[in-house]
């Protein structure tokens, strides 16, 4: 009955995301290695980027909130979304709020320019405190953290917050005052947002590897390494595949008592399964780590 209940959580868990399209993804692969057959001084880089990139989404398996079964976000610069705000002084020192929103951000940064403008330079600014709103990436709930700065921020002076967590969206607001005698001062905010990896252990990494190899190709329009990656990217997928994750629509039972066979003559799987037991009825982090495991356990246990 323990065995029976990991396999009901884990659909349950899937079943909140689109199985891969392994198909259609070799499909696009075929497409893709004929086009670049074809063309002469006309590839379309462009359009065969788009579909590569959407492949990779797919293959790193997104689910709704943007995370990802088979890739995570780390603490690496990607992007960055920045707001720039002019901030007049006030006669009665009132604070003025600036904001910068993001998604997957995991530090904030405020910057005061060495000038307003091309020979005008900038005033210094008083920074009082910095709240930050976000929801962390595999949570549901929102966090804020008010962080107290109280310091004057210099020309050329950037100061820097990070998140507790890696915000799947999040929202800064700074508060901030211009000097009375100094004029206004130009200042910009900045949420920095987390790199993608993905996972080495994906059952989709060899064709995500050489998706990533054909859009380097395509830059520099290499019409054998473009063709030679569409090949290879549809044999990691086709004939025999990688597994996609079950769709949570059926339960095979029979296969359950196989697992249970292996774990009564392995006592280490069976302790394994426990383990997976406790992180699948924990918190979604959990959940995702369980999933995980059992993945992993489940390869290995077909592979013998």
């Known amino acids: 009955m323990r065995l029976i209940a990991v396999a009901l959580l884990a659909t349950t868990a899937l079943a909140q995301q689109a199985p891969v399209p392994v198909a259609h993804i070799a499909d696009d692969a075929k497409v893709i290695d004929r086009v670049a057959e074809a063309s002469k001084n006309d590839l379309p880089r462009d359009l065969l980027r788009r579909i590569v990139n959407e492949d990779i989404e797919l293959l790193r398996g997104r689910r709704s909130d943007g995370t990802y079964v088979y890739a995570s976000y780390e603490r690496m610069e990607s992007s960055r979304v920045s707001e720039a705000y002019s901030i ?8 003025t709020k600036v904001d910068v929103r993001g998604e997957f951000a995991y530090r904030l940064t405020v910057g005061l320019p060495l000038r307003r403008m091309v020979v005008t330079k900038n005033r210094p600014l008083w920074i009082e405190n910095v709240v930050i709103e976000y929801i962390p990436q595999g949570s549901s709930q929102s ?13 050329g002076e950037i100061r820097t917050i990070d998140l507790p967590d890696i915000g799947r969206q999040a929202t800064a607001h700074v508060y901030v005052r211009a000097t009375k005698d100094g004029g206004y001062s130009n200042v910009v905010v900045t ?8 996972n080495a252990d994906s059952p989709y990494a060899d064709a995500v590897n050489s998706a990533k190899a054909i859009v380097k190709a395509l830059d520099h329009s290499d019409v054998p ?5 569409a090949s290879r990217m549809e044999s990691s997928l086709r004939p025999q595949g990688a597994i996609p994750p079950p769709s949570g629509t059926s339960i095979d039972v029979s296969a ?49």
Do not use: C, W
Request: aromatic residues 2%.
């Open 225 to 229: 390494s473009i063709r030679s990656m």
């Open 191 to 198: 949420l920095i947002q987390a790199k993608i990896f993905d």
């Open 143 to 155: 966090r804020t953290v008010n962080t107290p700065v109280k310091a004057m921020l210099e020309p």
């Open 256 to 304: 359950v008592p196989a697992v249970a066979t292996a774990a009564a003559v392995q006592p280490d799987v069976y302790a394994e399964l426990q383990a997976i037991e406790d992180l699948l009825t924990g918190s979604d982090p959990e959940r995702r780590t369980g999933l995980d495991k059992l993945h992993q356990l489940l390869r290995r246990l077909r592979s013998h």
């Open 88 to 95: 007049n002084p006030s006669s009665d020192d009132r604070l």
